[in-house]
């Protein structure tokens, strides 16, 4: 049986090597004549914000530059890019970077057009009046934001990371110019690249998947598995990077037409305590939480379909778990200082997760600690 479902549509994606220089026709489409351009130090040292802004300039549109989002973003990350946007004058937003400018963004736009602090959009669908037009231009292959309504942003006093969504605050289009991810470090492309496989691999097997957001998840994986060796490797070619950023922004799609499960649930606690960025802690946790899924005859269906499509030879005899864990080993992460120590105020923190009920196998506190043992055990011997 098919089961009944309303997807929620992509943004416009406009694909291709060398693509950034549809970003003025992108603008005009969009009915904007002047932007606001939010982004990091690191895109402006990489030469793409420069390149960006030449291209908007030639075309006669003037650009505001926010170049200081910061990983995981706060509240007031979040109203210190709306008062710089403040003090200027512009009718479209352009993000220019990886997931925390695009959050970065997508938040400013929350609070220029409606108003208030952060914490008043959290959950979905809060913000009632109209928001700017927004463009997303994603330099790295990782979060899918540029495909969501949702900003993640945490808040001050309690450190919360907030999904704060409304169908508003998507990109009207998002640009995905596989070159601009060549200047990102290789650690980077890692965390990121992981990142998006786990987005593929638990959108699938979520309870909230559905038929839409199925065929986002396995086109998702079969562009990442593809190129997601060569990345561990240190040497993706140019099609490999293309690979990568499409599937980043199909596992996007995938997510926001259903859900993620235990990996990101209990990857959270991991990163909030033990300061673990994002990708490395879904990584560790990945292939434990699909070991514990597979025992879910569905789930298992859908890894073992996932299986067949592993395209490289050298691979295709090991099963899925298997393969996953082996990238993740060649991944060669540090091992996590005191967080063995930790497990039970970790899994309990995993309980608390959103994420967690949308797992297509139960979990209990006592679950999340074998969970965390199991991965911790191997921590650091790969
Ligand atoms: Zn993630």
Redesign the pocket.
């Known amino acids: 049986m098919i089961e009944p479902f309303a997807s929620r549509p992509a943004p416009k994606l406009v694909f291709g090597p060398g693509s950034l220089k549809e970003l003025p026709a992108c603008v005009r489409e969009v009915g904007g004549s002047a932007i606001f351009l939010v982004s990091d130090t690191g895109i402006v040292r990489a030469g793409h914000v420069e390149r960006a802004r030449q291209f908007l300039e030639d075309a006669g549109i003037p650009v505001a530059l926010h170049d200081h989002s910061h990983e995981n973003p706060t509240e007031a990350d979040a109203a210190a890019c709306r008062d710089v946007a403040l003090r200027h004058t512009f009718d479209c937003i352009v993000a220019l970077g990886g997931g925390s400018s695009m959050d970065t963004a997508k938040a400013g736009n929350f609070l220029l057009t409606n108003g208030g602090a952060m914490r008043d959009y959290h959950g979905y669908g809060k913000a009632t009046k109209p928001m700017l037009p927004f463009i997303a231009i994603p330099t790295t292959s990782g ?1 899918g934001s540029e495909c969501q309504s949702y900003a993640l942003v945490s808040r001050d006093d309690t450190h919360e990371k907030m999904a704060c969504g409304d169908p508003k605050a998507k990109a009207r289009i998002a640009i995905l110019d596989p070159e601009l991810t060549e200047t990102q470090p290789r650690s980077v492309a890692i965390l990121t690249g992981l ?1 998006a496989l ?2 593929a691999l638990e959108s699938a097997v979520s309870t909230k998947r559905n038929t839409i957001s199925s065929l986002y998840s396995e086109a998702a994986f079969r562009h990442l598995s593809v190129a997601i060796g060569a990345v561990i490797a240190g040497s993706p070619s140019h099609d490999d990077r293309a690979h990568m950023q499409l599937g980043a922004a199909f596992a996007g799609l995938a997510i926001e037409n259903s859900m993620l499960g235990a990996a ?1 649930a209990s990857a959270n606690p991991l990163t909030a305590r033990h300061n673990v960025t ?1 990708g490395h802690a ?1 990584a560790l946790m990945l292939p434990h939480v699909m070991r514990y899924n597979r025992e879910v005859p569905a789930a298992a269906a859908i890894y073992a379909r996932y299986s067949t499509a592993l395209a490289d030879a050298r691979v295709s005899t090991l099963r899925l778990i298997d393969w996953v864990h082996e990238l993740v080993a060649h991944s060669a992460f540090p091992a996590i200082a005191g967080a063995a120590d930790d497990v039970v105020v970790l899994a309990q923190g995993a309980t608390q997760q959103w994420t967690s009920q949308f797992n297509p196998r139960p979990l209990q506190a006592d679950d999340y600690v074998a969970l965390y043992r199991r991965a911790l055990a191997n921590d650091g011997s790969a």
């Open positions: 979060t990142d786990a987005h990101h994002h879904v």
